[in-house]
């Protein structure tokens, strides 16, 4: 049985194959005109050097920032909006939150860059009421398709449909979905109660606007990819990553694809999560630096922590789907250093890319970029950049940074790349505290784990800005993203809104929590059943979503074994007051807790690609791996002849003093000065200061 990881990201293409003979990794550039095109060439190129055929392969796992893309460079659908009459400016008006509160210069993103424009959201007639669900005007059928002539008469053929109290009753959005495919049949069509079955109409109709917004060209992505595997001989299952940190299919994504907004992003996650229990540490802070972008989430105890419903935005826009919690910055290799035209020095978050990339990769950049300074600081060798496939130019990197950066600044080439990377650590750095120490988490107890292409090269600076307690290194840090998919499990989550004052509640309101757990548990299973998993192998929990009466937000509680009832409701409210507790440092065990979401959460593992053990030191010495020496100059300025070492030959137990390069094919870790690089057990590597 082969499986293959294929995690895209902004500037290349990374994967991870394991079969019978072992477990192989390959990088290829990514084809941003048509991403798909790059990912079968890598299958192509992964299957060769694993010396198997591609219809060998059982199970393609992918992560894909296309969904993600679409919502950073704002070239989705031209969308049209079927919404209750009185309602058409909810999307424009969200909840009157000025980003900046004292800022007279400041950008509200759903009013400037709307997902719905104002002339293509029409109202029609329909009522629908609180608390029951009943229904007290009928939906204007006429209206609806009056709504459907006139996107046909502007080109628009993906339909958002949210009507108010819809998550009460969806009997209305349901109909109008049938007139709009009865009217438009090949439209991309996304009803609000789909996608968030829960209150709070300003977050419901946002993130079903970035369903449709991001949908037909995140499915034809899916599905074009899909029929090129084929094409390419590749029978397998196609999976994909969700922003959750479960896999789920093709068809299933393509329907809903603001659940792999943060695709990308939540292998590398996983992947850290599943490094860290490798090397023995639980407490992990995992920053996957790319050639476009940095990703930092905090893992304590080992537990990847899913983000709350009322912090998960993207591009400024409120999206109610489940995701890791991660904070991603314009942070990586390919970012752009510049002087703006007051003369300041900034790096990022302007990203060459791929194409045409860093100045050294000789496509036609000009501008000085990370990589760039890394190559005039003598940290990466232009000779061995991806095991020596790709060749750069240290000439081109010299030009763009003197030209571009010291000239101006009136500065040597050498304290101009210093420059560049001092800047974009100390911004990596704030990204670190914003996912830790601002949310009370004490960086000193954690290891920082850098990954992607350019993540070891920045680790220990990392780790001092930090205080962090040493540094881990993945066994293959440029494609941890991509082992990451091959570790995680499928998973599917459905809500339905129930409000229900506990305490107060009699059988009428249980007997409504039992049907909505029943509906909930069929909808998850049936799911897992199209996707093959025997009933037994099928795990689903349900999850009650609870506040304080009158209180903004809720928190998760756990649910009660059976059916609800008086008898047992407690389970519910401890478990809400715990959780409280945990989170806010207080709790009212004596106040009403309301009952607002059911969420059922349907999972099934699948096998976790299975990292071998490396030999132990053999007593022959380090210098079995040495290749080279050349100078390197370090954060303080130093300039030292530094050995560079073949990580593949190191053994477990070997110890590399500082300063010191150790090289692979997909990524190169830099070990300064005062630090020593110890191999752990699976060819992971921990970097701490001489002595500690």
């Not at 999976?239 to 990308?264: E, F, K």
């Not at 752009?336 to 978050?349: L, R």
Request: net charge negative; glycine share 10%.
């Amino acid at each position: 049985m082969a499986r293959i990881g294929v995690d895209v990201g902004g500037t290349n293409t990374d994967l991870v194959l394991e079969c019978g003979k072992g477990v192989f990794y390959h990088k290829v550039p990514t084809t941003l005109k048509n991403q798909s095109i790059g990912v079968v060439e890598g299958v192509r190129g992964i299957c060769r050097k694993a010396g198997i055929d591609p219809s060998e392969v059982e199970t393609i796992v992918h992560g894909t920032t296309t969904a993600t893309n679409i919502t950073i460079e704002h070239n989705g659908a031209e969308c049209g909006m079927i919404t209750t009459h009185g309602f058409r400016d909810i999307l424009h008006i969200g909840r009157h939150k000025r980003p900046y509160n004292f800022s007279l210069h400041f950008d509200v993103p759903w009013q400037s860059q709307p997902l719905v424009k104002r002339r293509n959201r029409i109202a029609v007639r329909e009522r629908i009421l609180p608390p029951t669900g009943a229904i007290a005007e009928p939906l204007d059928e006429q209206a609806v398709r009056d709504a459907c002539a006139l996107f046909r008469k502007r080109g628009i053929d993906s339909v958002v449909i949210g009507f108010m109290f819809a998550f009460l009753n969806d009997a209305h959005e349901r109909r109008a979905k049938e007139i709009v495919l009865e009217e438009m049949p090949d439209a991309y069509v996304t009803l609000s109660s789909e996608v968030a079955n829960v209150m709070r109409e300003y977050e419901r109709f946002s993130t079903a606007a970035m369903n449709s917004y991001v949908g037909p060209k995140t499915a034809y992505y899916l599905r074009d990819l899909d029929a090129r595997l084929r094409e390419a001989g590749v029978t397998s299952k196609l999976r994909i990553m969700q922003s959750n940190g479960g896999v789920s299919t093709v068809d299933a994504c393509a329907r809903r694809p603001i659940r792999i907004l943060m695709s990308g992003p939540a292998g590398g996650v996983i992947g850290g999560a599943s490094e860290g229990e490798m090397a023995g540490t639980p407490n992990i802070i995992t920053v996957d630096i790319g050639g476009t972008s940095a990703d930092v989430s905090t893992i304590p105890g080992g537990a990847v922590k899913i983000m709350n419903p009322r912090d998960t935005y993207v591009s400024g826009h409120p999206v109610l789907t489940p995701m890791i919690d991660l904070v991603t910055i314009g942070a990586g290799g390919g970012s752009v250093a510049y002087i703006d035209e007051a003369g300041a020095f900034h790096v990022g978050p302007r990203s060459a890319g791929s194409e045409p990339g860093p100045a050294c990769y000789g496509r036609g950049g000009t501008e000085p970029t990370v990589t760039d300074a890394q190559i005039v600081l003598g940290r990466l060798d232009p000779d061995m950049a991806l095991g020596g496939d790709l060749k750069l130019d240290p000439a081109l990197s010299f030009k763009a940074v003197e030209e571009k950066i010291a000239r101006p600044l009136g500065m040597s080439v050498k304290d101009a790349a210093l420059g560049i990377i001092r800047i974009v650590n100390n911004n990596m750095a704030l990204a670190i505290r914003s996912n830790s120490v601002a949310r009370g988490i004490d960086p000193r107890e954690f290891s920082i784990m850098p990954f992607g292409g350019a993540g070891p090269l920045h680790g220990v600076a990392l780790a001092e800005a930090m205080s962090a307690r040493d540094v881990i290194v993945p066994v293959a840090p440029g494609i941890t993203a991509a082992v990451g998919l091959l570790k995680t499990d499928l998973q599917y989550e459905h809500t339905e809104a129930v409000i229900v004052e506990l305490m107060q509640a009699g059988t009428a309101e249980f007997d409504r929590i039992n049907a909505a757990v029943a509906n909930l548990r069929a909808a998850v299973q049936a799911e897992l059943d199209g996707d093959g998993i025997p009933r037994a192998q099928q795990q689903i929990t349900v999850l009650a979503e609870c506040r304080y009466h009158g209180q903004g937000f809720e928190l998760r509680a756990t649910m009660p074994d059976g059916p609800v009832g008086a008898e047992n409701r407690h389970v519910i409210t401890d478990s809400f007051h715990n959780q409280h507790q945990q989170d806010y440092g207080y709790s009212y065990r004596n106040a009403e807790v309301e009952l607002i979401t059911l969420r059922a959460i349907g999972s099934a593992s699948v096998p976790r690609i299975e990292i071998p053990k490396i030999a132990p030191s053999d007593g022959s010495g380090i210098d079995r791996a040495l290749m080279f020496v050349r100078p390197t100059t370090f954060d303080d300025g130093r300039t030292l002849e530094t050995p560079r070492y073949d990580r593949g030959r190191l053994l477990a137990g070997d110890r590399v003093p500082g300063p010191a390069i150790l090289h692979q094919h997909n990524a190169t870790t830099l070990v300064p000065p005062g630090y020593v690089a110890e191999t752990l057990d699976y060819g992971n590597t921990r970097i701490r200061p001489i002595g500690a």
